[in-house]
């Protein structure tokens, strides 16, 4: 799998849209890019991902540069309950492997 | 969506004592599930993965004796670490791949042991 860069730490005023970037200069033409958050104490959970292409759901947007190699999740209107650590990870999508985590970013939005 | 779930969400034991986890996938089969361990502000760390019917494999670093894997049933994986000390202590997640494509993961709820 592809290494990614990720700042350690955001903050994010509630109500704005928070931006998390992420590099992934040597990503693979196959490769993904998944997006999962932890919430302190939680196991993470499943927010985005994409390959190639812009995408939205009702949680977030991402987008991917037009090389691949980095790309920024999006949070419209980030809440409290949005405070957590965001992970960005990139794997092939044809098997069902392990994948290893990255550092993160620590994203604290602040009332 | 997939459900994955995690049993006990806590647990304190004595140093010693040995410790089972729970993680069951509760709406699909998984030939694989995952262990990760993570300790205070770090990162999820791979422990190792779970095959059905066969044996886990172990990431470098991680003492197969210590922490033993069972996968003996698709919707059943369980982690017991044996003879638990102090610095065992961790936060242990479970996940599980998607059954199809593009896979990502469904991860289990965490089990915070605290060994005394």
């Known amino acids: 799998d592809a290494k990614t860069t990720q700042p350690p730490s955001m903050d994010c005023a509630e109500g704005r849209a928070a931006n998390l970037p992420c590099n992934h200069s040597t990503i693979s033409g196959n490769e993904y890019v998944y997006w999962y958050r932890q919430i302190h104490s939680q196991g993470p959970q499943y927010i985005i991902h994409g390959l190639k292409n812009n995408e939205t759901n009702e949680m977030a947007s991402l987008i991917i540069t037009e090389d691949r190699k980095s790309s920024t999740l999006i949070l419209p209107h980030a809440t409290l309950r949005d405070t957590a650590v965001y992970y960005c990870?990139?794997?092939?999508?044809?098997?069902?492997?392990?994948?290893?985590f990255g550092d993160g970013t620590t994203l604290t939005v602040k009332p | 969506g997939a459900v994955v779930s995690q049993h006990p969400s806590w647990v304190i034991c004595k140093s010693g004592t040995s410790v089972k986890i729970e993680c069951r996938s509760l709406d699909f089969q998984a030939t694989t599930m995952f262990w990760y361990r993570q300790f205070p502000k770090q990162s999820l760390m791979l422990m190792a993965t779970s095959n059905e019917g066969s044996k886990a494999t172990y990431e470098q670093g991680v003492e197969k004796d210590k922490f033993l894997i069972n996968h003996a049933s698709l919707t059943l994986s369980t982690l017991t670490v044996t003879s638990a000390h102090p610095e065992d202590s961790s936060f242990y997640i479970c996940s599980v791949p998607a059954t199809g494509q593009p896979y990502g993961y469904t991860f289990g709820s965490g089990t915070r042991l605290t060994v005394v």
């Open positions: 990870i990139v794997r092939v999508a044809t098997n069902a492997g392990k994948s290893t």
